[in-house]
């Protein structure tokens, strides 16, 4: 497999280094991608490095993950308008420790695989360097005129905010960091996002100028979204790779939400499928876009990756609560939390519970909770067959409704007609 090909149908690849192709084809190589410890998870923001990392074994490379203990301290100040807030020793190991245990899903770290995938830590190595050791043996090598010649520098200093000289260092301390990989591990390329490159730059040169050798790297392009606004944001905020933070049912929705235009690209860039059936998908999809096969085969091959086969299963059948009218029985053995997560985007009522310990008929409860402007319009829907409560169609305008109805015995869905929802949620007077 050629690496660089792979990756430049895709649309993985943006800016690389003479001889980076060549050298991929000439012998197994060491790579690495740096992975910033902000937070305890990584999001979808962070999938293509690990998208990077994968394709680099599969073709047979050895990966490194490197988690920046170190410069997790300091703040990256990439092509970013303010300086970052510091992070805490404390906080930080808790989000290397995370962050470490997410990526061992997803690549192969058995040691007796001659490209078995290893994690490392610049803190490591940064907690023995004194600062005058740095500026003497590693300082003189790089001129400041070279550091300022880069873009995000330039931006920085020139904007209202200036920059601070921690974040001016920075582009050299991570390159230092690709320095000692490749006198430590023979690590010969580094790879990153296109806002990377001005760091991983200077990281080669320092690998030429310090150790003499040479050192190679290529760059992804930042994903963005068709319509020009952020990858990876929602509503509800970011989509995290921990389901705790970002449940396997949001996190499916997610990619089944895309538009066609990015799906069409999401589909080469976040699945392993081969070229072949990706473009006969995207065929099959423009001729029948109603179908949304691409969002829903994306969605699936993304959701298994992170979450797992059975995660998957449940978001699909959590899915079809909203668009068939036979899950009262998966609706009732949702958890309060799966629940939720399924009805993010309905409107919310609210009831005392006490008004349900006595029963309360059936257009009362829809008329008072604002479900229906009035018990006219509630009693006409009703008789005609177009109300149901958990999924089960309303039969009478006679209906009494206890407590025995909540789900979770907090809950009741309403459905009037075939798309709209109502969750009436009950509370203490």
């Known amino acids: 497999m050629n690496l660089i090909e792979e990756l430049r149908w895709r649309g993985m690849l ?40 994968v394709h680099l074994q599969k073709a047979g490379h050895k990966p490194l993950a490197l988690v920046g203990g170190a410069t997790g301290m300091v703040g990256d100040p990439s092509f970013k308008a303010e300086e970052r ?11 290397v420790a995370g962050i470490k245990k997410q990526l061992e899903r997803f690549l192969d770290f058995d040691p007796a695989k001659p490209n078995a995938a ?22 003189k090598h790089i001129t400041v005129n070279y550091m300022m010649a880069k ?13 601070s000289f921690t974040e001016f260092t920075y582009q050299l301390i991570q390159g230092y960091d690709f320095f000692h990989l490749y006198t430590a591990k023979n690590c010969k390329l580094q790879m990153g996002g296109s806002d990377q490159w001005g760091n991983i730059v200077t990281g080669t040169e320092l690998v030429r100028r310090k150790a003499g050798g040479e050192a190679f790297a290529f760059t992804c392009p ?38 066609d235009a990015d799906a069409e690209s999401y589909i080469k860039i976040f699945t392993f499928m081969e070229q072949p059936e990706v473009e006969e998908l995207i065929a099959a999809h423009r001729l029948n876009p109603g179908q949304r096969q691409l969002q829903k085969r994306l969605a699936q091959e993304v959701t298994v990756f992170i979450h797992g086969e059975e995660n998957y299963n449940f978001a699909v059948k959590a899915s ?18 799966q629940l939720l997560d399924v009805m993010s985007g309905v409107p919310q009522y609210e009831i005392a519970k006490s008004a349900l310990e006595t029963g309360k008929d059936i257009i009362s409860l829809l008329a008072e909770t604002g479900i229906f402007p009035s018990k006219g319009e509630a009693r006409k829907t009703v008789q005609g067959g177009g109300v149901s409560m958990n999924k089960n169609k309303i039969e009478s305008i006679d209906t009494i409704v206890d407590t025995s109805a909540l789900l979770r ?8 007609g075939k798309k709209n929802y109502y969750l009436v949620k009950t509370n203490q007077d």
């Open 85 to 95: 807030k510091m992070l805490d020793n404390d906080t930080l190991q808790i989000n």
């Open 409 to 416: 015995g907090k809950y009741i869905l309403f459905q009037k």
């Open 14 to 53: 943006q800016d690389m280094m003479p001889g980076t192709e060549e050298q991929l084809q000439k012998e197994m190589t060491t790579a690495y991608i740096g992975f910033d410890p902000t937070a305890a998870s990584l999001h979808i923001g962070s999938l293509v490095p690990i998208l990077l990392l």
């Open 151 to 163: 873009d995000s520098v330039k931006k920085r200093i020139e904007g209202d905010s200036g920059m």
């Open 222 to 259: 930042l994903i963005k979204k068709a319509d020009g606004t952020k990858f990876g944001k929602t509503e509800q905020g970011t989509v995290w790779l921990d389901a705790s933070r970002t449940s396997p049912y949001m996190f499916y929705q997610f990619w089944l939400n895309t538009t």
């Open 118 to 139: 290893e994690m490392v830590n610049n803190y490591d190595w940064f907690q023995h360097i004194s600062f005058l050791d740095f500026i003497r043996d590693t300082g």
């Open 320 to 337: 079809s609560i909203l668009f068939s009218n036979d899950t009262a029985a998966l609706l009732a053995s949702l958890t309060e939390e």
